[in-house]
Structure formats: C-alpha cells, structure tokens
C-alpha cells in the first residue's frame, strides 16, 4: 500500500505540459481506476500496462489501484502516458524504488510483452519538459533522434519496461545510442529547368521575396506545376526557432520521417484536389489533427488544379491566411495549431483546358463563369500576385542560353529578405507579412503620387482596401529585388500589373 508519481506530458496542439501520473494502492478488491480526464485511449491503458508488467517480469499489485493524471482539468489523450502508469503503480503497490525518476519525464506506449513504442509528439514533449526542468527524459529508442534535437536536456532511451525497472534498481543502464547518420535528403527542383515563361519565373521570384500568396492560372503545360514546385528550393532556410515550430507540427502529425532530424528548408504540402476542409485546415474527432495549412507552416501551400477543390474547402483556408493560424473547436475544448503559410494556387482557365488556351477552348461562356466562380473573390482578395501564365512557345524549349538557376534566384531573394527585416524590424521580417498600421504609417507611407495607380483601381471597383495594401506590399519587394530604398511608381505599376492577371 502506498502513493507514488511519476511526470509524463500532454499535448494540446502543439504545446505541451507536464503532467503528474499519480497513483495510489490501498486494499480492496483489485481494480484499476483511471481519472483526470483520460481519453479511450488511456482508459484502454489498464489491460495494456496490467500485461506489460507481468511479461517484464515485475508483480502487479492485487489491490486497488487508483491512477490519477494531474491537472485534471486537462483533457489527456494517447498512449504515450503507459510507461509513466506502469511505473507510478509498480512504485506505488511493489515498493519500486523512484529516487532516479525523481526529476525525469517518462514518454512511451507499451506493447503487451513490455516493449515501449514510438509516440507523437515527441518533440513539443521534450521542449515542455525542459522548460519544467526535467533533467532526464525517458522515451522508446523509435522517438530518441528526434528527443534529441532539444539540446538542453538529458535524454535516454528504453527498449522495454524491464530496463527501466532495472534502473531503478541500479542493475541495468538506460540506451544511449551515437547519433543516426543523417538522412540523405533530396536536393528541391531547379528553377534552371523552366525554360522560357520569364513572367511565371518573376512571379515566383516576388513570391519568394516578399512572402505572398500567389495563383497562377494558364493551360496545361504551361509550367504552373513546374513554377510552384520549384518556389521552396528559392526561399531562405528555416531559423532554428522555425525548424523547431515546423517540426513539432510533423511530430504531432507523425509525418516526421525517421532520422530527419529538424526541418530545416521550407516544407512544401500538396495535397490532392479531393481533400476535404479536416485535410486542409486540420480537424477529426476527439483533439483535432494539424491540416496540411498547418504542416506547410514556414513554407508553401500548393494547391495544383485549385478550381477543382471543394468550394467549402477552399473558403476554409481564408482565416488562416489572414490570421496566420488555425483554431478548431471541438466539444472537448480548443486546440490551437500555427498555419503561416505561403498559399500558391494553380488552375486552368476552364474545363476543356485546350493547350492552345482561350483561342482553341470549347466551352459555352457559362461554364467557363462557374468553373472560375469556383475561387471565391474574397479568397483571391488575399492572394497578393495573380497572374496568368501563357503556353511555352517552341522557340523558347529549342533556346541554348542559360537560364537562371535556383540558386542565383535564391540569393537575390535572400538580399530583398534581408532589406525587408532591417526595415520592419521589429513588426516583421518580410514584406508579406508587414502590419497595415506600420505599413501606412507615418514612417512608411509612400507619396500619393507613387500610389496614384492604386487608388485609382480602387475608385473604379477594382481593389478593395486589403488589395491595396496588399499591392502596397508586393512593390515593396519589387523595389527590394531591384535594388531601391523606397519604391516608385514603376515599382507600383508592375505590383498591380501582377495582381491583375494583365500584361499578358
């Protein structure tokens, strides 16, 4: 009879908190009662840690047994708290000695014969236990290449239920194997494989620059797929705190690859066009999961034959384009995912989609109205650069001189991000992402003259207030990629140029 604890953690999103796995033994007949708000999962966890510590060999307390997971108010889910269970209960009714675990955090699903599986989320896991404390944390041999891209914490690995307990003991030493190669990663696709299209590639290019949202639109083979595939390879690596952000969102998903170590170039999510708004923007019963808005979180969002989505899908994505972020509501609470993403969009111009585009097309006028209804105009209203993308002529795919490679792109982008910190710092880092009170700030404001182009298309209906600023933004980086302090009215024409799908 006795009382023992033992930390785990839970998350919510991808935040996570340490969590107390109390447990009590006192007489009575033998039970298992888990409280603190467990999910099915952890309710399942009784038979589950029950046969683990017979096949490990340990004594499982013929009593009964009350496991508590505190805060209670948290709502717990996943298998990952099993370990820490089976051993708060082993402490508490088989006088299993925890003076080592006193400071650890325990993570780890339990097969039947005692071995511990891989969990989610391991990495938001470690980060909260090391902002705890915790000096020593415990997880499968699966999760411990990713445990280990926390720096400041000690981290261990077990295999089964059994080395733990032998630990404890003094009898047996945790895992600690050298580091995994890395993994070899496949080099992004080059620009200097897009020939001809020098509007797609300019497009791109501010993109790439300023952090906008961009749609293509064009007929099939003219190289949307191509361009949007290729944006990644042009962006700036990841800092190390959005290598971190970004893996922990993969983490939590289980889309980490195994021995990736942290995410350090721009993720790039494409799903398919039949996805639904769950795919898309997260969700599922019980915790809702990260979509793929959130998983493209730092880098780009591609959605290739856009017009085909789901219309409801689509309009999904407007908050968290705006807001930078995913908040799902579900009966058991709010779960907070981060979605900053770079929206790209790619589409035809109507469904027959004739290569030789709208000369050869087929379709009756009013088709070709709701195929491109489809995009809703308050979406495209955030899409900063919309531009159409016109078949490659012959001459351009039979052309010998060089084009330009991503890596000569990519160091014009990275000066133009350069300028664009040292300018917002500290409301932002990047052009696409400045705030509309500093943008048209008293500091920033350019000339009336300079924007005489913008509000003109406004007065005449064609801009709304966001599209102005958002145009606003896009000249800046032009200017930023051309080498000027302050954009001029060249810069702001070829900003509207590029949202207004003109200049074809």
């Not at 700036?236 to 998903?253: D, K, Q, R």
Request: net charge positive; glycine share 10%; charged share 20%.
């Amino acid at each position: 009879m006795g009382y023992a604890k033992i930390r785990s953690v839970a998350l919510q999103g991808v935040v996570g908190q340490v969590i107390v796995v109390e447990a009590d033994v006192a007489p009575g007949l033998p039970s298992l009662v888990v409280s603190g708000l467990p999910d099915a999962a952890l309710t399942e966890a009784r038979d589950r840690i029950r046969a683990a510590v017979h096949n490990s060999g340990a004594t499982w307390p013929q009593q009964r047994i009350t496991v508590n997971l505190l805060p209670a108010h948290v709502r717990k889910h996943g298998s990952g708290f099993d370990t820490a269970m089976a051993l708060a209960v082993l402490a508490a009714g088989a006088n299993l000695p925890t003076g080592l675990l006193v400071d650890a955090v325990v993570l780890g699903e339990l097969g039947l014969d005692g071995t511990l599986r891989p969990v989610r989320g391991v990495l938001p896991a470690v980060l909260a236990a090391s902002r705890a404390g915790a000096g020593l944390v415990v997880v499968p041999p699966g999760n411990i290449e990713e445990a280990r891209l926390v720096p400041d914490v000690r981290v261990r690995a077990a295999d089964c239920l059994g080395r733990i307990i032998g630990f404890v003991h003094g009898t047996e030493s945790l895992l600690d194997p050298p580091p995994a190669p890395p993994a070899a990663q496949r080099a992004p696709a080059d620009l200097a494989d897009v020939l001809g299209q020098e509007r797609g590639r300019r497009a791109v290019e501010l993109a790439a620059a300023g952090r906008h949202h961009l749609a293509m639109f064009g007929p099939p083979g003219a190289g949307k797929t191509m361009l949007a595939q290729r944006l990644p390879g042009i962006l700036p690596e990841l800092t190390e705190e959005e290598s971190i952000e970004a893996t922990a969102l993969h983490s939590v998903a289980g889309a980490l690859p195994p021995g990736g170590g942290l995410i350090r170039r721009a993720p790039l999510q494409a799903p398919h066009h039949t996805a639904s708004i769950a795919a898309l923007v997260g969700g599922g019963s019980g915790i809702a999961k990260p979509g793929a808005i959130s998983l493209a979180h730092h880098g780009v969002l591609f959605l290739d034959e856009c017009a085909e989505f789901a219309a409801s899908a689509l309009n999904a994505l407007r908050e968290p384009l705006e807001h930078g972020e995913v908040r799902l509501r579900r009966v058991h609470g709010e779960t907070v995912y981060p979605a900053n993403a770079q929206l790209v969009l790619a589409a035809n111009p109507c469904p027959c989609a004739k290569p030789g585009g709208d000369a050869m097309c087929q379709c009756p006028p009013g088709v070709r109205i709701r195929y491109r209804s489809r995009l809703s105009g308050p979406l495209l209203d955030r899409v900063d650069l919309q531009v159409d993308v016109v078949a490659v002529r012959s001459a351009a795919l039979f052309d010998t001189e060089p084009v330009e490679s991503s890596a000569t792109v990519a160091a014009r982008v990275v000066r133009a991000r350069q300028a664009a910190t040292h300018r917002w710092a500290p409301h932002a880092r990047s052009n696409g992402d400045v705030p509309a009170t500093v943008l048209r700030g008293r500091r920033f404001r350019l000339p009336r003259t300079v924007l005489q182009p913008l509000a003109t298309a406004m007065d005449r209906g064609q801009l709304s207030a966001r599209g102005l600023d958002r145009t606003t933004r896009v000249a800046w980086t032009v200017a930023d990629l051309d080498g000027r302090d302050v954009p001029g009215r060249d810069d702001v024409y070829e900003a509207l140029e590029m949202r207004s799908r003109s200049g074809r």
